[in-house]
């Protein structure tokens, strides 16, 4: 009986230990494109995930009183409605008939692509 319930411990932490693990990798790398791309996982976060992509790519160009190219980012319904008329992942993903974004940079990494496919494809929720 005890020997059981040492056991059942020795499991529990190894799991919770391995939980740190994957939870810290992903805060230390996050959507970085030379790691596997764990922020696609079940359901992803506006807030979480989305919006510090958008806020590092995009907000910096996309907010404000005269947003580039009269196109506002950075609310959660503007940013839906970006999604929602496909001109985010068409100039993201440099696709033909759009304006490749972020203007004069680097094309997103395909994880950071594939996150803000995948809260697209799971509805754009506002989580
Ligand atoms: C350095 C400034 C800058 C950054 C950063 C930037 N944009 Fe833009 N964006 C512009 C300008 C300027 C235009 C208007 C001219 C054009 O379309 O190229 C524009 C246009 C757009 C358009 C309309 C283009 C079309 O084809 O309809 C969308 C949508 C857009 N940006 C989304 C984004 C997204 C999403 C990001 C982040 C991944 C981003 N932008 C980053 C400057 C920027």
Same mark, same amino acid.
């Given at each position: 009986?005890? !020997?059981? $319930?040492?056991?059942?411990? +020795?499991?529990?932490?190894?799991?919770?230990l #391995?939980? #740190?693990?994957?939870? @810290?990798?992903?805060?230390?790398?996050? *959507?970085? +494109? %030379?790691?596997?791309?764990?922020?696609?996982?079940? &359901?992803? +976060?506006?807030?979480?995930?989305?919006?510090? /992509?958008? =806020? &590092? $790519?995009?907000?910096?160009? @996309? &907010?404000?009183? +005269?947003? $580039?190219?009269? =196109?506002?980012?950075?609310?959660? *319904?503007?940013?839906?409605?970006?999604?929602? %008329?496909?001109?985010?992942?068409?100039?993201?993903n @440099?696709? *033909?008939?759009?304006?490749?974004?972020?203007?004069? *940079?680097? !094309?997103?990494? $395909? #994880?950071?692509i594939? &996150? /803000?496919?995948?809260? /697209?494809?799971?509805?754009?929720? %506002?989580?």
């Open positions: 009986m005890i !020997k059981r $319930s040492i056991s059942l411990i +020795s499991i529990s932490v190894v799991l919770s #391995c939980a #740190c693990y994957y939870d @810290h990798e992903e805060t230390l790398y996050g *959507a970085a +494109s %030379n790691q596997p791309c764990t922020d696609t996982v079940g &359901t992803v +976060s506006y807030v979480q995930k989305v919006v510090p /992509i958008l =806020q &590092t $790519s995009c907000y910096g160009c @996309h &907010t404000g009183s +005269s947003p $580039s190219g009269n =196109q506002l980012m950075g609310t959660y *319904a503007a940013d839906k409605a970006m999604a929602q %008329n496909g001109k985010l992942m068409g100039t993201i @440099h696709s *033909a008939g759009y304006s490749p974004m972020p203007k004069g *940079a680097a !094309k997103l990494s $395909s #994880c950071r594939a &996150t /803000i496919k995948k809260w /697209i494809d799971v509805g754009m929720l %506002n989580n």
